[in-house]
């Protein structure tokens, strides 16, 4: 005990010194104050308990302070989350023509807009409210800039001339085939082009959009597959990039890792057809199905209160492409991560930091036959084209949007064990970070930014 005693001082010394080094490393700098002024009370704290410790009442703090340390540590380990609902839900399909994304197209598309208002008049209004807007990117938006705000829009151009490369004809059949080893390469594969993490799931039905609407030429077309099984690949963003939310950076960080994740899938998809099993990559503006399922089921992580998926190491800050193939590849082993979707429910840091209040702040709303948490995306959308950006606002206040660095991983273990944990670490969280967040009103130096991270 005395031992104990003894490190204790040192313990919490050396732990307070680390998360001011890496705040200075992140740049973080409320955090860097934070935690250079607890290092300071803390110093002080212990040293008059040093001077006095042959008092009565100091040992007694030190006993007290000892004994409620070791409580706590053991209670921390604890692996405990109350039993979620086991229901099994009949979940209706989501018709991508009721996307915003293609909702937004339709103002190109007189002949289709009639027949989809026809059939849900009540989007008309608000939908020509957000077409009189101006498209993301483009001059009027509060984040224009004449020569950043193009690089993004020439990423999504190359994104959707290159369309065709979802679909290709399968080869001839390879015998003596081992599709462990034909996964492991995928995965492979997949790494070596960039990806931060890949898992592998059956397909459900529910994984799959029930019509296509994005581009006109498909439009209204009943999604159908044959495909076993889907590859989810994953990609990250940069978080240094994701603080300057909701500015421009946000925009060319998106499209770059859309462009990123893309490439990975195409390859994979083709490399696939090599061994004779059709297959079909999904990418921004090709989806087929729905990445955001996938990637839970997959075991990558799980849905967060921001509708977006929250990788178990990354965080929010991720791209997602999948490629789907009738090969029927081992499925990953890993279960969804349901820590996370517990502290979604206390934390409601991405609600309360919404510019829009699209994302819900309370349990999850049933849509669609099954409850889950999604963003409005009419009041989220038109924000968007406000202000010319995908905003990522709610990516970056996110407490899982943090380097996957040791004293991070340390603090993902920790919440990943049990409520009391996760309580306590939203606490420090907003003791470090701050609670409410303020947005920007204009862009940083672009220029410096480029200087500075890629000359």
Same mark, same amino acid.
């Given at each position: 005990?005395?031992?104990?005693?003894?490190?204790?001082?040192?313990?919490?010394?050396?732990?307070?010194?680390?998360?001011?080094?890496?705040?200075?490393?992140?740049?973080?700098?409320?955090?860097?104050?934070?935690?250079?002024?607890?290092?300071?009370?803390?110093?002080?704290?212990?040293?008059?308990?040093?001077?006095?410790? +042959?008092?009565?009442?100091?040992?007694?703090?030190?006993?007290?302070?000892?004994?409620?340390?070791?409580?706590?540590?053991?209670?921390?380990?604890?692996?405990?989350?109350?039993?979620?609902?086991?229901?099994?839900?009949?979940?209706?399909?989501?018709?991508?023509?009721?996307?915003?994304?293609? %909702?937004?197209?339709?103002?190109?598309?007189?002949?289709?807009?009639?027949?989809?208002?026809?059939? $849900?008049?009540?989007?008309?209004?608000?939908?020509?409210?957000?077409?009189?807007?101006?498209?993301?990117?483009?001059?009027?938006?509060?984040?224009?800039?004449?020569?950043?705000?193009?690089?993004?829009?020439?990423?999504?151009?190359?994104?959707?001339?290159?369309?065709?490369?979802?679909?290709?004809?399968?080869?001839?059949?390879?015998?003596?085939?081992?599709?462990?080893?034909?996964?492991?390469?995928? *995965?492979?594969?997949?790494?070596?082009?960039?990806?931060?993490?890949?898992?592998?799931?059956?397909?459900?039905?529910?994984?799959?959009?029930?019509? %296509?609407?994005?581009?006109?030429?498909?439009?209204?077309?009943?999604?159908?597959?044959? $495909?076993?099984?889907?590859?989810v690949i994953v990609t990250a963003m940069d978080q240094e990039l994701y603080r300057y939310s909701s500015s421009l950076p946000?925009?060319?960080?998106?499209?770059?890792?859309?462009?990123?994740?893309?490439?990975?899938?195409?390859?994979?998809?083709? +490399?696939?057809?090599?061994?004779?099993?059709?297959?079909?990559?999904?990418?921004?503006?090709?989806?087929?199905?729905?990445?955001?399922?996938?990637?839970?089921?997959?075991?990558?992580?799980?849905?967060?209160?921001?509708?977006?998926?929250?990788?178990?190491?990354?965080?929010?800050?991720?791209?997602?492409?999948?490629?789907?193939?009738?090969?029927?590849?081992?499925?990953?082993?890993?279960?969804?991560?349901?820590?996370?979707?517990?502290?979604?429910?206390?934390?409601?840091?991405?609600?309360?930091?919404?510019?829009? *209040?699209?994302?819900?702040?309370?349990?999850?709303?049933?849509?669609?036959?099954?409850?889950?948490?999604?963003? $409005?995306?009419?009041?989220?959308?038109?924000?968007?084209?406000?202000?010319?950006?995908?905003?990522?606002?709610?990516?970056?206040?996110?407490?899982?949007?943090?380097?996957?660095?040791?004293?991070?991983?340390?603090?993902?273990f920790y919440i990943s064990r049990n409520p009391l944990n996760q309580r306590i670490a939203l606490f420090i969280d907003d003791?470090?970070?701050?609670?409410?967040?303020?947005?920007?009103? *204009?862009?940083?130096?672009?220029?410096?930014?480029?200087?500075?991270?890629?000359?």
């Amino acid at each position: 005990m005395n031992i104990l005693i003894g490190l204790l001082p040192a313990i919490g010394f050396i732990f307070i010194g680390l998360v001011f080094i890496s705040s200075v490393i992140e740049k973080q700098w409320r955090a860097v104050c934070v935690s250079l002024t607890l290092e300071i009370v803390y110093t002080l704290f212990w040293f008059f308990l040093y001077v006095n410790k +042959y008092q009565v009442f100091a040992q007694i703090i030190i006993y007290i302070i000892t004994a409620l340390v070791v409580l706590f540590t053991m209670a921390s380990l604890i692996k405990y989350f109350p039993e979620e609902d086991e229901k099994q839900y009949d979940i209706e399909q989501f018709d991508e023509r009721e996307h915003m994304f293609s %909702r937004n197209q339709l103002q190109y598309h007189p002949d289709l807009a009639s027949k989809f208002y026809a059939a $849900h008049p009540e989007f008309k209004e608000i939908d020509h409210k957000i077409n009189n807007q101006p498209e993301l990117g483009e001059e009027g938006g509060r984040f224009y800039d004449k020569y950043f705000a193009a690089i993004p829009e020439a990423s999504f151009r190359l994104l959707d001339r290159s369309r065709f490369l979802a679909t290709g004809t399968a080869e001839n059949d390879i015998t003596n085939l081992s599709l462990e080893k034909l996964t492991q390469t995928i *995965k492979f594969i997949a790494k070596f082009y960039g990806a931060a993490d890949v898992g592998i799931t059956k397909i459900k039905q529910y994984h799959l959009y029930s019509h %296509r609407g994005r581009h006109s030429e498909y439009w209204g077309q009943k999604v159908k597959t044959t $495909h076993k099984t889907a590859v989810v690949i994953v990609t990250a963003m940069d978080q240094e990039l994701y603080r300057y939310s909701s500015s421009l950076p946000v925009l060319m960080e998106s499209a770059r890792k859309y462009v990123e994740s893309a490439k990975i899938a195409h390859i994979i998809a083709e +490399y696939l057809r090599m061994f004779g099993f059709e297959s079909r990559s999904h990418v921004d503006g090709e989806y087929e199905v729905l990445c955001v399922p996938l990637s839970r089921d997959a075991g990558l992580g799980n849905v967060g209160r921001l509708g977006l998926f929250i990788h178990k190491n990354l965080g929010p800050c991720v791209r997602l492409s999948v490629v789907t193939t009738e090969a029927e590849l081992p499925v990953s082993v890993n279960k969804p991560d349901e820590s996370i979707e517990h502290f979604c429910r206390i934390c409601k840091k991405c609600s309360d930091n919404c510019p829009t *209040k699209s994302i819900p702040s309370d349990e999850k709303p049933v849509s669609r036959g099954f409850p889950h948490w999604s963003v $409005h995306q009419e009041t989220c959308y038109s924000y968007w084209k406000t202000i010319g950006t995908d905003c990522g606002f709610c990516i970056k206040v996110c407490p899982y949007n943090k380097p996957n660095t040791l004293l991070h991983k340390l603090a993902r273990f920790y919440i990943s064990r049990n409520p009391l944990n996760q309580r306590i670490a939203l606490f420090i969280d907003d003791f470090l970070y701050g609670r409410k967040i303020k947005l920007p009103d *204009k862009n940083p130096d672009l220029f410096s930014i480029a200087k500075r991270k890629y000359s």
